[in-house]
């Protein structure tokens, strides 16, 4: 992949505060934000009594404060959700989207780029769509000459689709509802299985622990030029239906159409499907 960078268009901050901020996330999100240092970051949901994923963001802490940062689609429902777990904890939220302006950078030397510049207000390292990336976020137009610095190209919408797809990373709406437990999705990153209670741990840990997940997200590439849609049936050759498309895409780097879907756990070691009529092989991320 070429060194790219793109401006964020879909994401909310919120700004977290009050001494029992960390205590009261950790006890509702899947993953470890008690012991979450400052600097750091971990992707995370926020899930049902039946561990359903009702959205899943990313949590960064700091000094004195966390951030959420989730797809802006997801914020009042992740707020209205939060705030129905409040007693008498000392924890308040503040949508502070409009005083930031966030890029990320993706490609080598991301490091090397961001000690020649100090326009951001904070930044975090972390993969994306399984490559290095940077996270930036600083006062409005701050990063105006940061970018024009910069000469990296810019990435578009549609390669920044082809690159998640490529990768199976799920978006939620598209990839993940609130029918899916996080584990189907391979949401795996998102949860800890040593921390303490949290709201659907129950189901997430007995599937860990005893069971196994119904359908599983796998991607699979097309030997036509035809983009299934969402909903699509995945069948096995004889025409057993075994799952069903959630995002598809032409892949450059596949040279091919490429399709992400759910496909049930009973033919999670079958190799041959159908997608389209078109064959279609699964894809190893």
Request: charged letters at 25%.
């Amino acid at each position: 992949m070429r060194q790219a960078f793109f401006w964020i268009t879909d994401r909310s901050i919120i700004k977290v505060t009050g001494k029992d901020s960390k205590t009261f996330l950790d006890r509702i999100l899947t993953n470890d934000i008690l012991n979450l240092g400052a600097g750091k970051g971990c992707h995370t949901c926020l899930c049902s009594n039946k561990g359903k994923v009702l959205a899943d963001f990313y949590v960064y802490a700091f000094l004195d404060h966390l951030v959420m940062n989730c797809d802006v689609s997801l914020k009042d429902k992740i707020l209205s959700e939060l705030q129905r777990y409040i007693i008498m904890e000392d924890i308040q939220f503040e949508d502070v989207y409009n005083q930031h302006q966030g890029l990320i950078l993706i490609g080598e030397d991301i490091s090397e780029v961001l000690r020649e510049n100090s326009a951001h207000e904070w930044s975090h390292f972390k993969k994306r769509w399984g490559y290095p990336a940077l996270e930036i976020w600083a006062k409005p137009n701050a990063l105006t000459p940061f970018v024009q610095k910069l000469s990296w190209p810019l990435l578009s919408p549609e390669e920044q689709e082809e690159c998640r797809i490529e990768s199976m990373t799920p978006k939620y709406g598209i990839d993940i509802t609130e029918e899916n437990i996080p584990q189907e999705a391979n949401l795996y990153d998102a949860i800890s299985f040593t921390k303490g209670c949290y709201i659907g741990q129950e189901t997430i840990a007995r599937l860990q622990n005893r069971g196994h997940v119904n359908k599983t997200l796998v991607l699979f590439k097309l030997s036509g030029n035809a983009v299934p849609k969402p909903n699509t049936k995945i069948t096995l050759e004889n025409g057993e239906e075994a799952g069903f498309v959630t995002s598809s895409i032409f892949s450059k780097k596949f040279q091919a159409v490429i399709s992400m879907g759910y496909v049930k756990y009973l033919y999670r070691q079958e190799t041959a499907f159908k997608i389209n009529s078109y064959k279609a092989e699964r894809i190893a991320c």
